[in-house]
């Protein structure tokens, strides 16, 4: 924080239909003992507002910008020991079933402590939730030499005006915090609405 010119762009993504497919997927693979949560396509909707806007894919080295073409994206998870942050290694290339295999795994090794450096290093980017928790929106650290984080809330069911009435929908809070000396404003607000837009129809993530 003493080093990194820090900003947080706060935003809300519409999660209905999105949340109606987990519920749907989690029902369909009841037997298999994989839980999908939103975490999970959180993950692979960063994933591709990554390869979008490379510059939140990145590292600052002294004065020299690192750009990665890998996407290693850490997730915080809270822990007797304290916050951890547990990374999944190229989630570009694994499914949403994968990654919260993935996910429980690794949140379950945190918690009992037998959770390895190497299971925390090599992140590109981070997703604090605190959606368990509550709250609405907050300002996540910056987990260096990273240069962005995405803080998420909980969700909650809100009237939207669609221009003939009023309907309930379910908006997730987004927290988005920068390194100013890489990002600008703008980069940050387009990277906040091209994730909303891929959370409010996940079809996008095909793109």
């Known amino acids: 924080w003493v080093v990194i010119p820090h900003v947080t762009n706060h935003d809300d993504a519409d999660i209905t239909e999105l949340e109606a497919f987990r519920v749907q997927l989690?029902?369909?693979?009841?037997?298999?003992?994989?839980?999908?949560?939103?975490l999970a396509f959180l993950i692979k909707a960063c994933v591709a507002a990554l390869?979008?806007?490379?510059?939140?894919?990145?590292?600052l080295d002294g004065e020299q910008l690192v750009l990665k073409n890998y996407f290693h994206i850490g997730f915080a998870a809270d822990t007797p020991n304290g916050l951890m942050v547990p990374v999944i290694k190229d989630a570009d290339q694994k499914g949403v079933l994968q990654i919260s295999q993935e996910m429980g795994e690794?949140?379950?090794?945190?918690?009992?402590?037998?959770?390895?450096?190497?299971?925390?290093?090599?992140?590109?980017?981070?997703?604090?939730?605190?959606?368990?928790?509550?709250?609405?929106?907050?300002?996540?650290?910056?987990?260096?030499?990273?240069?962005?984080i995405l803080g998420v809330c909980k969700s909650a069911i809100?009237?939207?005006?669609?221009?003939?009435?009023?309907?309930?929908?379910?908006?997730?809070?987004?927290?988005?915090?920068?390194?100013?000396?890489?990002?600008?404003?703008?980069?940050?607000?387009?990277?906040?609405?091209?994730?909303?837009?891929?959370?409010?129809?996940?079809?996008?993530?095909?793109?």
């Open 26 to 38: 989690n029902k369909e693979n009841e037997k298999s003992g994989v839980k999908v949560t939103m």
């Open 51 to 59: 390869k979008k806007f490379p510059e939140f894919n990145a590292s």
């Open 106 to 148: 690794l949140a379950k090794k945190a918690r009992e402590g037998k959770i390895s450096p190497a299971d925390m290093s090599g992140g590109c980017f981070s997703i604090s939730s605190l959606g368990g928790i509550g709250g609405r929106y907050f300002t996540p650290i910056i987990n260096a030499p990273e240069v962005s």
């Open 158 to 207: 809100e009237p939207k005006w669609d221009g003939k009435g009023f309907h309930p929908r379910l908006m997730l809070p987004l927290s988005l915090s920068w390194d100013h000396r890489v990002i600008d404003g703008a980069s940050a607000a387009r990277f906040n609405a091209y994730l909303g837009s891929i959370l409010a129809d996940f079809r996008r993530v095909l793109l």
